[in-house]
């Protein structure tokens, strides 16, 4: 078990651990969890506020950092995901090869998150990449806008950016919401992003209000709550999302007003498998039934068990030593730069 350093870090994987627990939910019993969009939402709020803060410690953003913090994405995201896509293959070449055309045909577009309008016969373990490239694009942008119009107006502009656009695309409509992109989506990371902003700047203290413990009950019962909303449309669908990033990083300003949240046992060790939780379980859905022939009622019983174990090793095996190596070597190229500046 992960020991932790301080009790921050367990909250802010605990939300992980909802997040990606209302995910498992929503895909495998929708019947009975509609609410697609709020795990989704409890993702963009916490990856914004931790995109954030992040770059907010630094206090010269300038392209090296800039360079280093991109060069972190790509470690903690690509090495996962591409072990991920491999599985995919390796289970259409050998168990529906009609489909490993189509695959392949994917792949460019697969490597910058890209799902193919065609993705349904290559299963939910493609189709998420919607919400991944969402945020990757984030990744992107962001540290452009902090060295393009510094550390707070760059982040304030872009996160301003974000919400207007997003708010203008749903009043237009769109004919693929979920092929919005950061422009429809992004209204959900921008929100995280100014939890990060009002923390680092000392404007967390929001009043009595944060400080309450029956207001923080109240937004979790809010969580809950949109675990089971219909999804009637898209513009329901994107309310959900936003609800969900908001009431998120409203919880996060309100932990840092009240640190004494409880932890619930087990939910921080589920966070820190969130990712390879994300890729891996839809590759179970689509495929555990061909591959090992089970039943639908078996397929349900050992849905859990089996996706837990292969992200459990994906996590220990890819994701945690990748992590890893890329902080050495930015360690090595911080270092390498302050050598060149003597």
């Known amino acids: 078990m992960h020991a932790y350093s301080t009790p921050r870090e367990a909250f802010l994987d605990q939300i992980r651990g909802i997040a990606i627990l209302y995910v498992l939910a929503v895909h495998t019993f929708d019947f009975w969890f509609p609410g697609g969009g709020s795990g989704v939402g409890i993702f963009y709020g916490l990856s914004g506020y931790l995109t954030a803060a992040r770059v907010l410690q630094v206090e010269r953003f300038d392209w090296t950092e800039a360079l280093k913090f991109w060069a972190r994405r790509i470690f903690r995201l690509y090495?996962?995901?591409?072990?991920?896509?491999?599985?995919?293959?390796?289970?259409?070449?050998?168990?529906?090869?009609?489909?490993?055309?189509?695959f392949l045909a994917a792949i460019p577009g697969l490597m910058f998150f890209r799902r193919p309008i065609d993705w349904e016969p290559l299963g939910i373990g493609v189709g998420i990449l919607w919400s991944l490239r969402v945020e990757a694009f984030y990744y992107l942008i962001l540290p452009l806008a902090m060295v393009w119009g510094g550390r707070q107006r760059g982040l304030l502009g872009l996160c301003a950016v974000m919400m207007?656009?997003?708010?203008?695309?749903?009043?237009?409509?769109?004919?693929?919401?979920?092929?919005?992109?950061?422009?429809?989506?992004?209204?959900?990371?921008?929100?995280?992003?100014?939890?990060?902003?009002?923390?680092?700047?000392?404007?967390?203290?929001?009043?009595?209000?944060?400080?309450?413990?029956?207001?923080?009950?109240?937004?979790?019962?809010?969580?809950?709550?949109?675990?089971?909303?219909?999804?009637?449309?898209?513009?329901?669908?994107?309310?959900?999302?936003?609800?969900?990033?908001?009431?998120?990083?409203?919880?996060?300003?309100?932990?840092?007003?009240?640190?004494?949240?409880?932890?619930?046992?087990?939910?921080?060790?589920?966070?820190?498998?969130?990712?390879?939780?994300?890729?891996?379980?839809?590759?179970?859905?689509?495929?555990?039934?061909?591959?090992?022939?089970?039943?639908?009622?078996?397929?349900?019983?050992?849905?859990?068990?089996?996706?837990?174990?292969?992200?459990?090793?994906?996590?220990?095996?890819?994701?945690?030593p990748c992590i890893e190596l890329g902080k050495r070597a930015m360690t090595r190229l911080t270092s390498s730069s302050v050598a060149r500046d003597r």
Not at 86 to 100: A, T
Not at 215 to 230: H, M, S
Not at 285 to 299: F, S
């Open 79 to 102: 090495p996962a995901f591409i072990v991920a896509m491999l599985m995919i293959f390796l289970i259409l070449w050998r168990f529906l090869p009609d489909r490993v055309d189509l």
């Open 164 to 320: 207007a656009s997003s708010l203008i695309s749903i009043l237009i409509g769109t004919d693929d919401p979920l092929g919005g992109g950061i422009w429809h989506w992004g209204g959900g990371l921008a929100l995280g992003s100014l939890a990060a902003y009002l923390e680092r700047y000392n404007l967390a203290a929001l009043g009595q209000v944060l400080k309450s413990r029956h207001f923080i009950w109240v937004l979790y019962a809010v969580l809950g709550l949109l675990l089971f909303l219909p999804q009637i449309s898209s513009t329901v669908w994107w309310m959900e999302v936003m609800l969900a990033a908001a009431v998120t990083s409203l919880l996060i300003l309100a932990y840092m007003n009240h640190p004494s949240i409880r932890i619930v046992p087990g939910l921080p060790w589920i966070g820190r498998l969130a990712y390879c939780l994300y890729l891996i379980h839809g590759i179970v859905i689509d495929y555990m039934r061909p591959v090992l022939g089970l039943t639908k009622i078996e397929k349900i019983l050992f849905f859990i068990p089996i996706t837990f174990g292969l992200s459990i090793m994906l996590n220990r095996l890819v994701e945690l």
